[in-house]
């Protein structure tokens, strides 16, 4: 069974930065995309970036610029980096490998408006 922990979160500033961190049970990072999404109160969970086997990257419009998405297989982790943070950005982020249907508990960043 497929095991996700996400962390980093925590409260910041509007304008600053967080890293968040996904861990994978198992070697599952390196050979498949493995996404980022995010889930603000009362919203749906929207994804965010994407990372692919090859590292290649994209971005939800209203993130591009801002975040960073990264991986390191040696470790099974992804990163997600996000800077200029917003004010009310306040968000639950959850990693997801694309092709496997399991959710970590999420980590949650908040930036007060």
């Known amino acids: 069974q497929v095991q996700l922990v996400e962390s980093g979160g925590g409260l910041v500033q509007a304008g600053g930065s967080l890293t968040l961190s996904c861990a994978a049970s198992?070697?599952?990072?390196?050979?498949?995309?493995v996404d980022w999404y995010r889930q603000g109160p009362g919203k749906q969970r929207e994804l965010v970036a994407r990372?692919?086997?090859?590292?290649?990257?994209t971005y939800t419009d209203s993130v591009k610029s801002r975040f960073t998405i990264s991986r390191d297989n040696a470790k099974n982790t992804v990163y997600l980096q996000m800077n200029s943070l917003k004010p009310g950005e306040t968000d639950v982020y959850y990693c997801?490998?694309?092709?496997?249907?399991?959710w970590g508990q999420g980590t949650q960043d908040t930036v007060p408006s």
């Open positions: 997801k490998p694309k092709i496997f249907p399991c």
């Open positions: 198992g070697s599952i990072f390196s050979a498949n995309t």
């Open positions: 990372i692919s086997s090859g590292g290649t990257t």
